[in-house]
């Protein structure tokens, strides 16, 4: 692999320290990126025999520093540079996420972060690679550039630069294979029409319209995803493609039915869409060490993953069902308020990329607590004149609540007795960014 030297240097010294210590503990963030991370670090120190404890975390606003000589923050921690400099031990920060302000490190410090390096953390590299990038410093640990990639699939990156050669170096050892085909988990092929959430295709409880889009293109929806050949994947392809412009998708979503996918083929689903389905279920229920465990080759916990995930997609598609209706439109924006639901996120990328893609949306989900949890989301193209995370932030201010994320997808926490007001001032700035 052919690593911007400065980066792996840093590794290198990041290395040393580790090897130093008698005991690591490590803090990763619960989604598929971080769970895969966790576990290239995991396996990795494993093969070196050093002891750790991993803990899984949404984030580092409730962290609480704990009394141990080195911690290692695993997609999370750039950001946090207040929290991380009131540590009073021994730091690794392994993230992709953009560093924020200026971290003051009291004992030994290094921070992997490809945005330091001039690499693009958004795209380029995830936690799991810059994981992979440390791990490879300490041991013969390429075998794991299956788990740098997933997470890379996981957090939807491309595979060019630093995620390209990862790839590359996979595929080289074997543990990788790329094939072209539809971006499909795999299975019956129509249980994967009607779970897909990316692309959502609107199958959900609608057999009639399913049965008569196999007729169509005369293929039978008890066919496996990963036994249709070439032809059947062209029409199929096409078909598709016709299917989201008749429910009016977001055209943006059009170029990832078909592409490059990817087989993991030393972890224990090989599709790693699928994987990434289930790895990120589980996270997002909380099962984050089932999910781990998964990762780890665990036979027993793939089974109880597989169900979770499968439970997990009727509920989101259930609550797209139900409150598709009750989707409101303001001036420049369209909102849903849902009563303590499980989970937002989801919904909220359904609904504003593939039903709703002319305006941004916004999902509040008022929680017992008295807070409302915001979720708002809009497609590239309007994110070219919009930045939701500068609308989050600023509406979020107004009401005494905290708000940012990224251009595309953004995030807020606001006192729920203020959801007008807040609604408001969202909708004024959409409409004054989008003038
Ligand atoms: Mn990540």
């Known amino acids: 692999m052919n690593l911007d030297s400065t980066i792996k240097e840093t590794a290198k010294k990041a290395v040393n320290l580790l090897l130093k210590h008698e005991f690591v503990r490590i803090y990763t963030h619960y989604d598929a990126d971080g769970i895969s991370a966790g576990a290239i670090l995991a396996k990795a120190l494993f093969r070196i025999n050093k002891n ?12 609480e520093p704990e009394d141990v000589p080195l911690s290692i923050f695993v997609d999370m921690g750039s950001g946090y540079s207040e929290k991380i400099s009131s540590i009073n031990s021994d730091v690794i920060i392994l993230d992709h996420h953009r560093p924020d302000g200026d971290i003051k490190p ?76 539809v971006n499909l988990s795999s299975g019956k092929l129509s249980k994967a029409l009607t779970t897909s959430f990316e692309p959502f295709l609107d199958f959900y409880k609608k057999e ?63 599709n790693s869409i699928t994987l990434v389905d289930i790895v990120n279920s589980c996270g997002r229920i909380g099962a ?16 109880e993953g597989i169900e979770i995930s499968e439970k997990f997609k009727i509920e989101i598609l259930e609550e797209v069902q139900k409150k598709r209706n009750e989707v409101r439109d303001g001036f420049c924006i369209r909102y849903l308020v849902m009563d303590d639901a499980p989970s937002t996120s989801p919904v909220a990328t359904i609904l504003s990329r593939y039903l709703f893609p002319d305006k941004p949306l916004v999902v509040l989900n008022i929680k017992k607590d008295g807070k409302a949890k915001v979720s708002a989301r809009t497609t590239e193209k309007i994110a070219q004149k919009l930045d939701l995370a500068e609308v989050m932030r600023l509406s979020a201010i107004k009401v005494n609540g905290i708000g940012g994320g990224h251009r595309v997808a953004a995030g807020a926490s606001i006192p729920s007795g203020k959801i007008e007001e807040f609604l408001k001032e969202v909708d004024r700035l959409c409409c004054v960014m989008l003038a």
């Open 208 to 270: 009639d319209e399913l049965q008569q889009f196999f007729k169509k293109i005369g293929i039978e929806g008890d066919k496996e995803v990963d036994e249709l050949t070439t032809k059947e994947l062209q029409k199929l392809a096409d078909a598709l493609a016709l299917r989201l412009l008749k429910i009016g998708a977001y055209e943006g979503v059009f170029e990832q039915i078909i592409g490059k996918r990817i087989l993991v083929k030393n972890l224990p689903i090989k």
């Open 106 to 181: 009291r004992k030994t410090f290094f921070h992997l972060n490809p945005h330091l390096f001039g690499i693009d953390g958004s795209y380029e590299v995830s936690a799991s690679g810059v994981a992979y990038i440390f791990a490879r410093e300490f041991g013969d640990n390429r075998d794991l550039a299956s788990l740098a990639v997933l997470g890379a699939v996981g957090d939807k990156q491309r595979f060019t630069g630093l995620n390209g050669e990862i790839l590359k170096e996979g595929i080289e050892l074997g543990c990788i294979e790329v094939n072209r085909s």
């Open 52 to 63: 750790f404890q991993i803990s899984f975390l949404k984030g580092l606003n409730d962290f």
């Open 288 to 303: 984050t060490s089932t999910a781990f465990s998964i990762l780890l080759g665990d036979e027993k916990a793939l089974k």
